[in-house]
Nanobody, 116 residues
Framework: QVQLVESGGGSVQPGEALTLSCKGSGITLGQYAVGWFRQAPGKEREGISCLSIKDDYTYYTDSVKGRFTISRVPRTNTVYLQMSDVRLEDTAIYYC?????????WGQGTQVTISS
């Protein structure tokens, strides 16, 4: 059974940093394209970052470019999203995703709240 479990969410102030983790079980994340999505209250889920299977391509949506970094550690089967200089508008539920050959898997999400 494939599971993606996100962790690391919480409540921080604007300008601070936060690192989200997504650990896979029943799946080898190093063999998948991985990504982070988020869904803010009243808004649709949006893709904010992705990493290709070979780690040779990364994507960031404009609103997080230069502030967020996606990475993975195959040894621990974990994908990370390093968030820095967070803003109020980064408040959302963050989901990790793994995709390969049309098969896609989602985690349950972790809440990130930015408030002053």
């Amino acid at each position: 059974q494939v599971q993606l479990v996100e962790s690391g969410g919480g409540s921080v102030q604007p300008g601070e940093a936060l690192t989200l983790s997504c650990k896979g079980s029943g799946i080898t994340l190093g063999q998948y394209a991985v990504g982070w999505f988020r869904q803010a209250p009243g808004k649709e889920r949006e893709g904010i970052s992705c990493l290709s299977i070979k780690d040779d391509y990364t994507y960031y949506t404009d609103s997080v470019k230069g502030r967020f970094t996606i990475s993975r550690v195959p040894r621990t089967n974990t994908v990370y999203l390093q968030m820095s200089d967070v803003r109020l508008e980064d408040t959302a539920i963050y989901y990790c995703n793994a995709l390969k050959d049309g098969n896609t898997y989602w985690g349950q999400g972790t809440q990130v709240t930015i408030s002053s």
